[in-house]
């Protein structure tokens, strides 16, 4: 059963600290790995998709590697600010034949982040 | 391309009531997912639907069941509502592309048993 778990629970950083969130999953097999933002009461943003065979992704601030044997990942955010405080989540697909669109998400249970000014 | 959306946002059921909850998933997407998030928790899956039948499903009991239209569109049904079922629910879409699978969500509907 895959179980992924979130390092640090929450997070709390002045603005314009370079800061790291952490993913473990306990079977590789994945077929991809995605980070969410999730604001209060809100859906969830998608931020990154690593597919299983890349090391990283990066989007603006945001940089999230993988490294798939030791089952990890990491969100690197860059000069934090206010806007970015929010639960950041994230999720591993596993494995499906032939890369057919299916396979569940499982999700960590978040980190909870403050930047504040 | 319109996004996911999910309707009503908001709802209040009394325990026992049966409720359905809708998805319109993103333009050109096939896949559809269910989610379950309890607060300070990570969603949960409850099922998935591919071109308009069930081909996955986490540890929920029947009383949680779904349907996928042809237009891809879904619904959540949920009867005999407990107490335990108050959550945010989450649709998902998706379709298996050059990006590999990516989901995007709807906004969810948070749903209150009393």
């Known amino acids: 059963k895959q179980e992924v778990t979130q390092i640090p629970a929450a997070l709390s950083v002045p603005e314009g600290e370079n800061l790291v969130l952490n993913c473990s999953f306990t079977d590789s097999a994945i077929y991809n790995l995605q980070w969410f933002r999730q604001d209060p009461g809100k859906g969830l943003t998608s931020l990154l998709l690593i597919q299983s065979s890349q090391r990283e992704q990066t989007s603006g601030r945001l940089n999230a590697s993988l490294d798939k044997s030791s089952g990890r990942s990491t969100l690197y955010i860059a000069a934090s600010q206010p806007g970015d405080s929010a639960t950041y989540l994230c999720?591993?697909?596993?494995?499906?034949?032939?890369?057919?669109?299916?396979?569940?998400?499982?999700f960590g249970q978040g980190t909870i982040l403050t930047v504040h000014p | 391309e319109t996004g996911v959306t999910q309707s009503p946002t908001h709802l209040i059921k009394t325990r026992g009531q049966q409720v359905t909850l809708r998805c319109s998933s993103q333009?050109?997407?096939?896949?559809v997912s269910w989610y379950q998030q309890a607060l300070g928790q990570g969603p949960q899956f409850i099922f998935q639907y591919y071109r308009e039948e069930e081909n996955g499903r986490g540890n929920f009991p029947p009383r949680f069941s779904g349907l996928q239209f042809p237009n891809y569109s879904s619904e959540l049904n949920v009867n005999a509502l407990e107490l335990d079922d108050s959550a945010l629910y989450l649709c998902a879409s998706s379709t298996n592309s050059g990006r590999g699978t990516e989901a995007f969500f709807g906004q969810g509907t948070r749903l209150t048993v009393v």
């Open positions: 333009s050109g997407h096939n896949t």
């Open positions: 999720a591993v697909r596993l494995g499906g034949a032939g890369g057919t669109s299916y396979g569940k998400l499982t």
